[in-house]
């Protein structure tokens, strides 16, 4: 596939900018990022610049399941190790995602200096959210870094029914992030339905639920997982771009979509990637069985799973061709995206949306003596 022809890119921008000053007057801004300006400049963090390369850039995973048991989080430190040793690329934090309750936070933050953290979660909510705006409180004083929930793999999940407004209120008015919540399950189109999701109306029925809490809480920042699986074909990610442009304060994790992103034309991933450079983070779905499944049954141990995330960087970092991951059936190219961008979704959007990470990273070294700015809006 081609690369957008230009007037295509023009008016995309146009309607952008038209979205901006329809938003501040709204006083919606948010991180919204227009023409490539770093929102992260103006506050700072940006200006931690040191010169990183891709062996000291701190990669931060938004998004794993390693559970609460301290076996298997100090296995993850273990990964880190040799992710470090074979493949000179430095994971320096890990988010949790649940659906375990999280272990001792302070003991958690003695073992590993940070390195790991924490969400509360909620995965079968068709009885409603789990937590109350009180329990969302003290959860947050706690250290969480944010709230994870699903609403919507099985049928007839109403996540905007009325009952969970009040949660969405809270956590809008606190600053809890909604970390990594999934909505609806991959749904390719004609020809290429998946076995996860073969009913697109119902797929999309999810997808229109969920944007209707967007304009319900224009304030609640998200991190939604699998890029909103609308990622599977060019045209559900022309409607991802809307989503973004639409929704300033919404953005996506990468878990597991490498497996998926064959079906979409390179070029118009690649322009996708670096336009929306402000919006995308890193995340894997690590030590769930989709991070990359060929490989996870042969490695399902974590301290093992350095191909699983070699495959994620080459991915990103390179233009090597690469098997497609599920069954390995398909092939793609790499994205081979700038280091700006690459800093971007492995550490500065992380650092700019969750809470903690700045300061973590500040006090493990990654910034030298330089200050870099506390996180914006938490
Ligand atoms: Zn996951």
Redesign the pocket.
């Known amino acids: 596939m081609k690369t957008l022809p230009q007037t295509g890119s023009t008016s995309r921008r146009d309607f952008l900018t038209t979205s901006v000053s329809a938003l501040a007057g709204l006083g919606m801004i948010g991180a919204l990022n227009t023409d490539g300006a770093d929102p992260v400049a103006k506050s700072g963090a940006a200006k931690t610049k040191r010169p990183f390369t891709l062996e000291t850039m701190p990669r931060i995973d938004v998004?794993t399941?390693i559970g609460n048991a301290w076996k298997t989080l100090d296995e993850v430190m273990e990964l880190r190790t040799a992710v470090q040793e074979q493949l000179h690329a430095d994971l320096a934090l890990f988010i949790g995602?649940g659906r375990a309750e999280p272990p001792d936070l302070d003991e958690m933050r003695k073992r590993y200096q940070g390195r790991i953290q924490f969400c509360i979660s909620d995965f079968t909510i068709k009885d409603g959210l789990r937590f109350s705006p009180q329990e969302l409180v003290e959860w947050q004083k706690r250290g969480v870094m944010g709230f994870k929930f699903y609403p919507g793999w099985q049928r007839g999940v109403q996540i905007d029914q009325p009952a969970n407004d009040p949660t969405f209120y809270a956590m809008e008015q606190i600053g809890m992030v909604a970390t990594?919540p999934?909505v609806s399950n991959p749904c390719g189109t004609f020809g290429k339905r998946t076995e996860w999701f073969a009913e697109p109306v119902e797929f999309w029925r999810q997808q229109h639920a969920w944007e209707n809490v967007l304009k319900k809480h224009p304030q609640l920042v998200i991190v939604n997982?699998?890029m909103l699986w609308l990622c599977l074909s060019d045209e559900q990610l022309d409607y991802l771009r809307y989503m973004l442009t639409t929704y300033p304060n919404l953005n996506v994790d990468l878990?597991?979509v490498p497996n998926f992103l064959h079906g979409v034309g390179r070029d118009n991933l690649r322009e996708f990637m670096i336009e929306y450079a402000d919006r995308i983070l890193f995340g894997t779905?690590m030590a769930?069985q989709?991070f990359v499944p060929t490989l996870d049954k042969k490695l399902p141990n974590i301290r093992d799973k350095v191909p699983q995330y070699q495959r994620y960087f080459e991915f990103l970092e390179t233009d090597k061709e690469l098997p497609s991951g599920i069954k390995d059936e398909f092939k793609m190219r790499g994205l081979s995206l700038p280091l700006d961008v690459l800093e971007k979704i492995y550490f500065r959007n992380a650092m700019r949306i969750y809470p903690h990470i700045a300061d973590t990273l500040k006090k493990l070294g990654y910034f030298g003596k330089e200050q870099p700015a506390k996180t914006a809006g938490h």
Do not use: I, M, P
Request: cysteine-free.
């Open positions: 998004h399941h995602l990594s999934h997982a699998h878990a597991t779905d769930s989709w």
